[in-house]
């Protein structure tokens, strides 16, 4: 762990709460599609060095088809994440090192975490074993709600605690450049950081695998529920601009094909952006190549209006360490699901990716090192949703402000259960509704996240873990 920052907190409690959610309509990654998730809330009490408390807040889907696609069955799958995400509770409450927020998940996650997550699998059969990417979504509720509790506790901003004064620790100590150009000797992470971060940005809107886009696919079985369910509905009521198609991955006519008929509704419709999203189901670059090549002769327009390409490979880079740079050679090409840390990140980049999906829920810690690292070496950045409702909506948003991203923040929360939020809609309604194409978090606090919790009318289930 690094030196040990100027203003060090400790953790003195923590408390867990399981919100269970239920979709409107079904959500498809990959081989597998959900229909209900499980939010995992966490409480955390951080101490000063003069003795001062404070609360910080943390939230995360525990999002089983997408942390761990397996063929092992879905409830053993999502009992382990539950369970390991109470030990992590137990653990985080009796960790006994001070340091600033970065320096806590840090340390953790290079430690702890990993030797807890190999002593959990022990007790599991070798196939059932929880894979390291579920581990960091399990610990990221923890992680977000430290930074947190530092902010309310220093009565500022989370994103202003990552300067020199709060955090006088160099990158380098966290970092290692890949090549010689680069160095992160005497530089900070509020260096990569924007320093003029918007209360609005453009949003991105999904369109999964299994979303009707025309009358034709439609079975009698969607929801009457006010909410819209046709694509052409979307588009007009949230006025969007930038839509994040699903793709099978596996089926080349069936990807070509809902490439050309969203892109004619785009084209109807206006909207200017598409990025395609595999999700980790392609295993040879060529099937990637010849759809782009295909589209660009038969729909340049469509062709032309895809930003970018997501994670069309399998996640696990070092068992599937694939030459990507054909691809990227068309498209900037963004690892998500691959992209667990910085040091995955070098990983790929070496392999040709041009970009990184960063997501809060694989911690904010590493969220904010990966940006770094990256922007460092001329990556470009996203911030990509894991179909965040409630509190978990905000580090998100406030994320891809300030770390600065090709094209403003994916968020899918109001299409696959928009009631879900509906007590925190109320005081931060441009989270939580898209209007014109974008998300407003002009109503946030300047203390913490801003979540303003202590207003938001949400009464909690009994806690799994402390006192509440």
């Known amino acids: ?119 959990f699998n022990e007790t599991r059969a070798p196939e059932e074993a929880l894979p390291h990417l579920a581990a960091l979504v399990c610990f990221s509720l923890f992680d977000i709600a430290i930074h947190d509790g530092f902010g309310q506790l220093f009565n500022c901003p989370v994103y202003s605690t990552y300067d020199k004064d709060y955090l006088p ?127 660009k002769i038969d729909d340049p327009v469509t ?13 696990d880079l070092e068992a599937n360490r694939i030459d990507v740079h054909s691809v990227s050679s068309r498209k900037p090409l963004f690892m998500d699901e691959s992209a667990h840390d910085w040091k995955y990140v070098r990983t790929g980049r070496d392999l040709g990716w041009t970009g990184v999906a960063l997501k809060t829920c694989k911690t904010q810690t590493g969220a904010l090192l990966s940006g770094a690292w990256a922007k460092a070496h001329g990556m470009t950045l996203m911030v990509q949703d894991l179909t965040n409702p409630m509190l978990a909506q905000v580090p998100h948003f406030l994320l891809a402000a300030n770390i600065g991203t090709i094209m403003g923040v994916e968020s899918n929360g109001m299409q696959f259960y928009p009631e879900a939020s509906a007590p925190e809609r109320e005081i931060h309604p441009g989270l939580y509704r898209r209007r014109n194409g974008i998300l407003d978090g002009s109503t946030l606090s300047n203390t913490g996240f801003g979540y303003r919790v202590d207003e938001i009318q949400r009464t909690l289930p009994s806690p799994v873990y402390g006192n509440g």
């Open 1 to 119: 762990m690094p030196e040990t920052s100027g203003t060090p907190v400790r953790i003195v409690d923590a408390s867990l709460y399981f919100l269970p959610v239920e979709m409107r309509v079904p959500l498809k990654f990959g081989n597998q599609t959900l229909s209900s998730v499980t939010c995992a809330r966490t409480k955390i009490t951080v101490m000063g060095v003069d003795g001062t408390t404070a609360v910080g807040w943390g939230e995360t889907p525990l999002s089983v088809g997408w942390v761990w696609p397996s063929s092992i069955d879905y409830e053993n799958r999502h009992t382990a994440l539950k369970d390991f995400t109470i030990l992590l509770a137990k653990e985080i409450e009796n960790y006994p090192i001070a340091g600033h927020p970065v320096e806590l998940g840090y340390s953790f996650i290079e430690g702890p975490l990993e030797n807890l997550r190999n002593k």
């Open 169 to 295: 620790v160099e990158l380098s100590q966290f970092l290692e450049p890949a090549t010689d150009t680069v160095s992160f000797d005497g530089k900070y992470l509020s260096d990569y950081l924007e320093p003029s971060p918007p209360e609005k940005l453009p949003v991105w809107h999904l369109v999964g695998g299994l979303d009707p886009i025309s009358e034709d696919d439609l079975t009698g079985s969607e929801p009457d529920d006010g909410y819209p369910v046709l694509l052409r509905e979307w588009i007009r009521e949230d006025g969007l601009d930038c839509l994040k198609i699903k793709l099978r991955g596996n089926d080349q006519p069936w990807d070509i094909d809902r490439l050309l008929k969203i892109g004619e509704i785009c084209r109807e419709e206006n909207v200017t952006w598409l990025t395609t999203d595999f999700n980790c189901t392609v295993t040879d670059p060529a099937y990637v190549n010849e759809i782009l090549d295909q589209l």
């Open 303 to 315: 062709y032309q209006k895809i930003l970018y390409v997501e994670q069309p490979f399998p996640y």
